[in-house]
């Protein structure tokens, strides 16, 4: 599930009752064990290791502070002169907790499950940089885009070496596959979208599957890229919810599928929760498919409806299982 450890479970909230988000994501100890939560109580295929896209800005050299409604960045870039101020980084050295996250649940997950990594691709998180936090619009990039695209140019190429060098260094340690999130390139029309994200995500891929471990490319609205997308470097495709997965793999029957029910479909009682599961399953028939919700699990969504979506989804092979034959 995107974002499986979160503020829907309680042991999380117990936890980030006692400290901050981003340090949270910085005490190794800590953030190993609430990437566990989750696999702990539902058993799923992967462990997620708990940061967010935003620590490597961070360690980039920009402030970032994690408030009530969500990321703020005060002082986000606005010209040539804020891009040279970033700079490269070496994990070992300014995220040394990120590695050794890595290297706990690798140790922990053993041959049981999954060590997944992620991070956040070069434009959505030039989103974040420029707008300065969350946005609806994204006019305040979108206007750099048309009147000063040098120095988004010049961001987006740090940002893609930072961020595949980022990565690269947590294969290295013990992750087994690898996300990145580009979750506000479905703002931009396709031929943007050609120019000023896909050419990102795929020096990112480049750079980080050296080492040979499965990418996985998200993007939240994807049906207007699918297309495109498969030409990112990604093994796989992370697809919303707002398309059909039989209309993604006819549209790119090479890849392997991610996804992709609504993340609200687990706020339904758990017996919708439960044939909506089986339905997404039995769309590709099982066939090179990962199950996932189609966006980060909300934090409203009762616990029980995500152990029913993992149970459905380890017990559902598409035949009638006989504990569920009673259900409607
Ligand atoms: O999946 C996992 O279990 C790993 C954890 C994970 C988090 N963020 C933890 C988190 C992952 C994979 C992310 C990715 C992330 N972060 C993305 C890309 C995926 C997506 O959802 O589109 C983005 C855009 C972010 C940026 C971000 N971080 C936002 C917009 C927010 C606020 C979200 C909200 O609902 O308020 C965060 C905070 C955040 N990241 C939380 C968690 C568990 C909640 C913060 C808290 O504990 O208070």
Known sequence: MMRQ???????????????????????AELAAEVSLQPFRRFGTDAVIMFSDILVPLRAMGMEVEMAEGGPRLPHPIASMADVGKLHGFDAAKSTPYVLEVVQRL?????????????????????????????????????????????????????????????????????????????????????EDYRRWALPFE?????????????????????????EDMATSGADVLSIDWRIELTEARRRVPAFALQGNLDPAALLAPPRVVKRRTRTTIDSLGGQAHILNLGHGILPTTPVECAETFVQTARTWHGIAVPEMEALP
């Open 202 to 226: 795929r020096r990112v891929f480049q750079i980080a599957r050296r080492k040979n471990a499965p990418g996985i490319l998200y993007i939240n609205g994807c049906a207007g890229l699918l």
């Open 5 to 27: 450890a979160g503020r829907y479970l309680p042991e999380y909230r117990e936890v980030r009752e006692k400290i901050g988000f981003f340090e949270l994501c910085a005490n």
């Open 106 to 190: 690798r140790e922990a997950a053993g041959d049981q499950a999954a060590v997944l990594t992620f991070a956040g691709a070069p434009w959505t998180l030039a989103c974040y940089m420029i707008e300065g936090g969350g946005s609806k619009s994204f006019s305040t990039i979108k206007a750099m885009l048309a009147h000063d695209p040098q120095t988004l140019e010049a961001l987006l190429q740090l940002l893609a070496e930072t961020i595949g060098e980022f990565l690269a260094s947590q294969v290295e340690v013990g992750a087994q596959a690898l996300q990145l999130f580009d979750t506000w390139a479905g703002e931009l029309s396709p």
